[in-house]
């Protein structure tokens, strides 16, 4: 089992920063991919970032390409989500989510990819 805990969420200007980071704890963390995902009030859980075992390969929606950026400490056992530049589009409650298999891109974008999610943050972003 795999339990995840995201924090860093918060209200933001648009064109500022935020940092989101996601604690693992159960097994061994370096063996998980792991993604973000967002879900914005009356809209589908959508795919924000995702990143391998090893931290070497790292997916991204277009909508963030470019001001996301999807990193993984396995000594920390946490994963972390840089957002720059952030629109008011960003607006969503955001997930972390792993699961126990690495992934092409077309697996790590699906929702139903992933066996464990964590509680998600809220990020607002004000015009």
């Known amino acids: 089992q795999v339990q995840l805990v995201e924090s860093g969420g918060g209200l933001v200007q648009a064109g500022a920063s935020l940092r989101l980071s996601c604690a693992a704890s159960?097994?061994?963390?370096?063996?998980?991919?792991m993604g973000w995902f967002r879900q914005a009030p009356g809209k589908e859980r959508e795919f924000v970032a995702a990143?391998?075992?090893?931290?070497?390969?790292?997916y991204y929606a277009d909508s963030v390409k470019g001001r996301f950026t999807i990193s993984k400490n396995n000594i920390k056992n946490t994963v972390y989500l840089q957002m720059n530049s952030l629109k008011p589009e960003d607006t969503a409650v955001y997930y972390c989510a792993a699961d126990r298999y690495d992934m092409t891109r077309a697996q790590a974008t699906g929702v139903m990819s992933y066996d464990y999610w964590g509680q998600g943050t809220q990020v607002t972003v004000s015009s």
């Open positions: 990143i391998s075992r090893s931290g070497g390969t790292t």
């Open positions: 159960g097994r061994t963390f370096s063996s998980y991919p």
